[in-house]
């Protein structure tokens, strides 16, 4: 199973020059299994470049949706392959118990909004409720749980070819408590971490921003190492960049949190354009942390 990441933005698209190490588009990420199926968590800007790559595929494509604030949303009007005809797009999203997925995007993908309403899109597309249990795309073993952040939203663990990938991207386990609590029943989010060859999640404030932020639903990255621990990952991605973060303030929070400790587990910068093979355990061992210069 190979990850690429193309946005790992959060809250808002932060392009210039200080964000060009660790990219400026928001949340997407491309799940492509061995026999080459392909799975998109997200649709933020980052979708865009995606859909490029993407474009003339005879492949079926699922989007999974963690929730529908619009820094994970905005792509979908540009994904190519939606504008494919025939093309087979799935896309999911969390239930609501207002209103069906169709009517809530297209409060975004219509006039005044947006040209193109969702309803014109030449592929063959169809939207489902995700299911808030294992349920099987292709290759991919998919389960699917509410976590802690405003409004329906879901983290999802993914399993395929032997390994297994947890996405937290929008996530706050401290909320209430101001820390991470040491025993997984009372921790949102655990049952799909725990384990995880890699997991992918919210690392949006510093611990001092954290505490003005309290109930936004994102996390301090003092949070995320802790909720990695107890997890017991492999690997750890922090993603969900502030955009008020620049290249250097985030190499300096993971040069401080790699410096603090040792911790079980490798620390990788959600970095725009990186790829990661989950079945491809030999490294390991190499330095708790990786920080792209």
């Known amino acids: 199973m190979r990850l690429t990441l193309w946005g790992t933005r959060g809250s808002l698209a932060a392009a210039g020059p200080e964000t060009v190490r660790y990219g400026g588009n928001t949340s997407c990420v491309e799940v492509r299994s061995v026999d080459g199926s392909v799975l998109i968590l997200d649709a933020g800007t980052g979708m865009r470049r995606l859909g490029g790559t993407l474009r003339g595929e005879d492949r079926r494509v699922?989007?999974?949706?963690?929730?529908?604030?619009?820094?994970?949303?905005?792509?979908?009007?540009?994904?190519?392959?939606?504008?494919?005809?025939?093309?087979?797009?799935?896309?999911?999203?969390?239930?609501?118990?207002?209103?069906?997925?169709?009517?809530?995007?297209?409060?975004?993908?219509?006039?005044?909004l947006?040209?193109?309403?969702?309803?014109?899109?030449?592929?063959?597309?169809?939207?489902?409720?995700?299911?808030?249990?294992?349920?099987?795309?292709?290759?991919?073993?998919?389960?699917?749980?509410?976590?802690?952040?405003?409004?329906p939203t879901v983290g999802y663990r993914i399993t395929a070819d032997g390994a297994t990938l947890a996405y937290l991207p929008d996530h706050e386990p401290a909320l209430g408590l101001g820390w991470v609590p040491a025993a997984p029943d009372w921790i949102s989010g655990f049952s799909l971490a725990a384990g995880a060859d890699m997991l992918i999640h919210d690392a949006q404030y510093s611990a001092a921003e954290y505490v003005d932020h309290v109930g936004w639903g994102h996390s301090a990255l003092t949070h995320t190492l802790a909720f990695a621990t107890t997890a017991g990952v492999r690997r750890l991605v922090t993603f969900h960049h502030d955009p008020g973060h620049d290249d250097d303030t985030l190499t300096r929070l993971l040069d401080e949190a790699g410096g603090s400790a040792a911790f079980p587990f490798q620390i990788v910068p959600g970095t725009e354009g990186l790829s990661m093979d989950l079945g491809d355990r030999r490294d390991l061992g190499a330095p708790p942390v990786v920080v792209v210069r």
């Open 62 to 112: 699922d989007i999974l949706l963690t929730h529908l604030h619009m820094d994970h949303i905005q792509g979908l009007g540009f994904f190519a392959p939606f504008f494919e005809p025939e093309r087979n797009v799935q896309l999911w999203g969390p239930p609501s118990t207002t209103q069906a997925l169709r009517e809530r995007l297209t409060r975004y993908l219509s006039p005044p």
């Open 114 to 151: 947006f040209p193109v309403r969702l309803r014109e899109l030449p592929c063959r597309l169809a939207l489902h409720d995700v299911p808030l249990e294992v349920f099987e795309i292709g290759p991919f073993r998919v389960s699917a749980a509410l976590v802690c952040h405003p409004g």
